[in-house]
């Protein structure tokens, strides 16, 4: 049998994975240009018509997981006609997510080149520090700071064509649960893929909308509010430093949850808050009385409410998922500019109107629209992809800098059980 010829990652489109509590999507893109992308091809697998398995940013079930990386996997290369898509990008958010800075240095006794080797080198020795301190915890993410050369401070990332003697390298590290890593890895090996390489959520983030506003912001001081259905996290970042990472564990379900008690079905909620909900009372421009239907359960045939009544209930829930985040963001909005506002929960009508009125900083939607060719579907632009599309922009980075990689391919025990589940799967 003729031996398969390893696969560079250089060959393969530009592949991103988000590992969300309403849905796991990916996203397949090519470069166009420096920090242009058109996109091949998205597929979606919506939790609520399958099995939970990850939760407010946590994989809880690694075997569902697995089903579903691999599922969306298939199908996306299905779509983009391509015959596999062995390996993605995966940004990873959560619940326990901390940070905190930590560096390397290294003398090298007279001046050498500065090169790749060095610099993951100098990043592994970091992340090692952090989970040999704790054990409990895995380093999810590590974020370059700054670096400096024989003493003298970069304004960028080093290069090859630069030497030096002595090299510093700082870093953020965001870290989290032991449990969280190992579950990735896990869910992955199930679904017969690799991991190129993870990022965390909130530098996909802001990757993405630093690049299209111009990374003037970043020195300028940002916050970037991310609410999803079950987290919802504010992160500050100012001049290469990421000041402030802290994650609620509420978002867009429990606002749906709240406007459920009302006796609806979750499914009608989702629909009600969707069409027409408002962040609050003040800014409803007419007073509407809605007719819906009732969950099945209940006598009544339908249940009465008014887009008022619904704005009191979003606002109270709001204010509950809310209040901590904006407490830390009022400690530091004089040293920062503008609160982006992403995710799929931030799509509720007038939030913006409501931060403002929260905070000084200049509050608005974060946008990916400049990283995306002109002809991209108008759905793509919407906060939900943004993750995604930061990630992408992060894996091509990561390709810049690491050419020739070869994708380690899925042992032939992953490949045994995909075919396994693929033959119940079908049957069913």
């Given amino acids: 049998m003729a031996k398969r010829q390893a696969q560079t990652a250089d060959s393969l489109p530009l592949v991103a994975i988000d590992l ?83 560096h390397s240095k290294r003398d090298q006794a007279r001046s050498k080149e500065v090169n790749q080797q060095l610099l993951d080198e100098m990043e592994l020795e970091c992340k090692q520090k952090i ?36 090299v ?52 300028d001081g940002c916050a970037v509010l991310d609410m999803g259905a079950q987290t919802t996290t504010l992160t500050v970042y100012k001049g290469g430093q990421y000041l402030l990472n802290k994650v609620v564990p509420k978002g867009g379900y429990h606002i749906t949850r709240t406007l459920e008690q009302r006796g609806l079905t979750f499914q009608t909620a989702e629909v009600l808050k969707k069409r027409f909900g408002v962040a609050s009372p003040a800014y409803v421009e007419k007073n509407v009385r809605l007719r819906v239907p009732a969950a099945h359960d209940l006598d009544t045939e339908d249940v009465l409410i008014t887009t008022e009544e619904l704005a009191e209930m979003i606002e109270m829930k709001l204010r509950e998922i809310l209040a901590p985040l904006i407490d830390e963001l009022k400690k530091v909005e004089d040293r920062i500019r503008t609160l982006y506002i992403t995710g799929g929960a931030s799509m509720l009508t007038a939030l913006a109107d409501y931060l403002q009125q929260q905070t000084r900083v200049r509050v608005q939607y974060g946008a990916h629209n400049l990283l995306l060719h002109c002809d991209t579907d108008e759905k793509y632009l919407m906060p939900t992809y943004s993750s995604l599309v930061g990630t992408i922009l992060l894996g091509q980075d990561y390709r810049d800098s690491h050419k020739n990689q070869l994708v380690r391919q899925p042992g032939f025990l992953e490949r045994i059980k995909e075919g396994t589940l693929d033959m119940f799967i079908d049957q069913r």
């Fill in 168 to 219: 510093e390298a700082h870093y953020i590290a965001f870290y989290g649960r032991k449990a969280i890593d190992s579950q990735l890895q896990k869910a992955f090996s199930q679904a017969a893929r690799s991991i190129e390489h993870a990022f965390v959520r909130p530098e996909a983030l802001l990757s993405a909308f630093a690049t299209c506003d111009g990374m003037q912001v970043l020195m």
């Fill in 131 to 166: 989970e040999q301190r704790n054990p409990e915890v895995a380093v999810l993410g590590l974020v370059p700071s700054y670096f400096i050369l024989d003493g003298v401070e970069q304004d960028e990332m080093p290069t090859s064509e630069q030497r030096a003697a002595v």
């Fill in 20 to 102: 969300g509590s309403d849905s796991i999507r990916a996203m397949a893109a090519q470069q166009l240009a420096p920090d242009l992308f058109r996109i091949l091809g998205v597929e979606e697998r919506p939790q609520k018509f399958g099995y939970i398995c990850v939760e407010q940013g946590i994989i809880t079930q690694s075997s569902n997981t697995g089903y579903a990386i691999g599922e969306v996997l298939r199908l996306l290369a299905n779509r983009i006609g391509q015959r596999e898509l062995p390996t993605a990008f995966v940004s990873l958010g959560g619940q326990s997510m901390q940070i905190v800075p930590v």
